[in-house]
């Protein structure tokens, strides 16, 4: 029987065969995901052997990853600011950039909860419940409800609340956007569609033929969700409040512009690791 490293090498090799960019770390992880074992485990575990059906089960995801579906989701899970999140159909996969919104938003939830509050978190399109539920792992205080147009998405973000102990506290509505929303929240978040339609179709293939159109189509100019959200919010945001959310690495002056026309003013933003603009937050404007 082969072992869990020598399957990890025959991936490896059959993924750079193929020109994938990352063939080392997709072929660890895949393995890895697939039999259970941690990545960190590997020095002990290395050399065991593995059962003929569970190298069918790898074999058969090797060739899922050569038609280029994403090592997550094959395995069909995601880690998240420290969840274990499931994706399906109708779910962006959450990507490590995302988390940065966390980093950002998260100092002022938890003044917020000094203060006295217990603060009201809307996740605008919350896809796997990833941003919201993450605020609410790190902050006990709060309460979230995530909207999505996806029934899909609003069942795989209350089954992801249920699995990491945050469903008490989180709860879901379909959208688009407040439309059937009419509570005022202290923290309005948001990873929205920001890719200009354009664009889509050059997209790469594990974006472009897993992740859902809806959640990646920002319309002609990619800013379609951000005039949406910009148009609303007012009506849904305590006069404290704050509205976080990721841009694309081009649009920090056109969705500053936008929110500005709307009452709002840029109080911080923030780079990603690539050093691209990611993150931008506002407030209401100062009478």
């Not at 052997?49 to 995601?78: C, K, S, T």
């Not at 569609?193 to 594990?206: F, K, T, W």
């Not at 849904?236 to 009452?263: A, M």
Request: overall charge negative; hydrophobic content about 40%; some cysteine.
């Amino acid at each position: 029987m082969p072992s869990v490293r020598s399957l990890i090498a025959d991936a490896r090799r059959r993924f750079d065969v193929a020109g994938l960019a990352d063939a080392a770390t997709d072929a660890r992880v895949l393995v890895c995901g697939l039999l259970d074992i941690r990545p960190t485990a590997l020095l002990l575990e290395g050399e065991k052997p593995v059962a003929p059906a569970m190298v069918d089960l790898v074999n058969g995801a090797i060739e899922r990853r050569l038609q280029r579906e994403p090592v997550h989701r094959i395995l069909g899970r995601r880690d998240f600011y420290g969840l274990d999140l499931a994706l399906s159909a109708g779910t962006l996969e959450p990507r490590p950039d995302t988390e940065i919104l966390v980093d950002v938003i998260l100092p002022h939830v938890r003044s917020m909860v000094a203060i006295g509050l217990k603060p009201k978190i809307v996740d605008l399109g919350t896809g796997t419940g990833a941003i919201a539920l993450a605020l609410l792992h790190e902050c006990p205080e709060a309460e979230a409800l995530g909207v999505d147009i996806s029934e899909d998405a609003l069942k795989t973000a209350t089954d992801n609340a249920e699995h990491n102990g945050l469903g008490s506290r989180f709860r879901t509505r379909p959208g688009p956007w407040f439309d059937q929303t009419p509570e005022r929240f202290d923290v309005i978040v948001s990873n929205p569609p920001y890719i200009r339609s354009d664009v889509v179709a050059g997209l790469e293939p594990e974006v472009k033929k897993f992740d859902p159109m809806a959640a990646l189509d920002g319309g002609s100019d990619g800013l379609d969700a951000y005039r949406a959200i910009a148009a609303q919010a007012g009506a849904h945001l305590e006069v404290h409040g704050l509205i976080g959310l990721e841009i694309g690495f081009d649009q920090r002056q056109d969705v500053t512009q936008i929110f500005e026309k709307s009452g709002f003013s840029l109080i911080e933003e923030r780079r990603d690791y690539g050093d691209n603009d990611r993150v931008l937050v506002f407030a209401r404007k100062l009478d």
